[in-house]
């Protein structure tokens, strides 16, 4: 199973992206998915989950800025980010429970995508 991130890169502040991960590889199903994001010198911080059933939970200090949704005929999930600000600056990781057979589980994240919001 591979989780695979595109859509990073350089905006200014008050600027819009939007982060995809795609999930391939041996899936029978992806229960939740999260966005976590880690700034230079911090701890890597859960910024928005989406689970099975459509519902999420965010950072409060993404709330009303950052969209979490999914595909799931796609094995996708996205990140819309609005109104970035230059503390959102991080790389930003897919993470996701994939289940690949009835008895097995597995957690993988992606390689990360690095986004940078100027002043």
């Known amino acids: 199973v591979r989780l695979a991130e595109s859509g990073g890169g350089f905006v200014q502040s008050g600027g819009s992206l939007r982060l995809s991960c795609a999930a391939s590889g041996s899936i029978f199903q992806i229960s939740a998915m999260g966005w976590y994001c880690q700034a230079s010198g911090k701890e890597c911080v859960l910024v928005a989950r989406i689970r099975d059933d459509g519902s999420t939970n965010a950072a409060d200090s993404v709330k009303g800025r950052f969209i979490v949704s999914r595909n799931n005929a796609k094995d996708t999930m996205y990140l819309q980010m609005n109104s970035l600000k230059p503390e959102d600056t991080a790389v930003y990781y897919c993470?996701?429970?994939?289940?690949?057979?009835?008895?097995?589980?597995?957690?993988?994240w992606g390689q990360g995508a690095l986004v940078t919001v100027s002043s």
């Open positions: 993470n996701a429970l994939v289940v690949v057979s009835i008895e097995v589980s597995l957690e993988e």
